[in-house]
């Protein structure tokens, strides 16, 4: 597998917790990578590790052969590597057009290019009856594909996707994964954090399971949902791996 992005032994501390514990994996080209750990993992945090927001205390983080872990994020997103927040914060003060803007402009200085380049994008999220619409008035699942749609328009080779899942109804959470699946199929890598597991079976190639910080396992979803370590990781917690 030639990977596009490896995180090499990341350790990111807050006072006494240890948020992210000496995490190491590899993201493959063309791969989804699921997430999963209970709430307080460390997940978000190896997310901003990742993406720039936070500068892990140790280890590496190599997007396409070039260590980017003290990068600030606008320079990593300009490389082709953009995350989603797991709490939407759209500029609410803008349309949903105009909110995809922002994304598109980061390649597209000409502003009918842009602009062409942001319907795409609203068109391919399903968000074209919204687009005159403020940012704020939006449903929670118009504000998670509004998030999709602003990281998609500055045309990422690796996307990671905190939560898109959480809060929609079943229905809404299924036509959401077919636009993550389409996402991959025009050649994104995705790193995918989500808590919906029957989703996240169907929808990675591999996942990796975290726990108090450290990568408890990593393998095919199949692997995954019988290892015993995993199992016993979540008993107690609000959802359970289905046996298959
Ligand atoms: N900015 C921060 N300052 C202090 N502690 C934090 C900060 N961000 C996260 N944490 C703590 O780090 C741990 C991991 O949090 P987080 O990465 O958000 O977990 P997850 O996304 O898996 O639910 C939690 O105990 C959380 O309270
Ligand atoms: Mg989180």
Same mark, same amino acid.
């Given at each position: 597998m030639s990977s596009i992005l490896s995180v090499r032994n990341a350790t990111k501390r807050f006072g006494g917790l240890t948020?992210?514990?000496?995490v190491s994996l590899e993201l493959g080209q063309g791969e989804i990578l699921g997430i999963i750990g209970p709430n307080g993992a460390g997940k978000t945090t190896l997310f901003n590790l990742i993406s720039g927001a936070m500068r892990p205390d140790e280890g590496e983080v190599v997007f396409d052969g070039e260590r980017?872990? *003290?990068? &600030?994020p606008h320079l990593i997103a300009g490389r082709g590597l953009v995350r989603t927040f797991q709490v939407v914060k759209p500029?609410? #003060? @803008?349309?949903v057009f105009e909110n995809v803007m922002v994304g598109a402009f980061l390649r597209r200085p000409d502003p009918l290019e842009s602009e062409a380049h942001a319907l795409s994008m609203l068109e391919f999220t399903g968000l074209i009856p919204s687009a005159? *619409? &403020?940012?704020? #008035? @939006?449903t929670l699942a118009s504000r998670k594909r509004l998030e999709l749609a602003r990281a998609l328009a500055t045309d990422p080779r690796v996307l990671l996707l905190d939560?898109? @899942?959480? #809060? @929609?109804t079943p229905t809404e959470g299924a036509e959401m994964v077919e636009v993550v699946k389409s996402i991959r199929d025009g050649g994104v890598s995705l790193l995918v954090i989500e808590h919906v597991m029957a989703a996240i079976m169907a929808l990675s190639d591999r996942i990796a399971v975290i726990h108090h910080g450290e990568l408890l396992a990593i393998g095919k979803p199949a692997q995954i949902a019988k290892d015993p370590r995993v199992v016993e990781a979540y008993l107690g917690e609000e959802f359970q791996i289905a046996p298959d």
């Open positions: 948020a992210v514990d000496n980017i872990e *003290r990068m &600030p500029f609410s #003060g @803008l349309t005159d *619409r &403020p940012a704020k #008035g @939006l939560e898109v @899942l959480a #809060g @929609l």
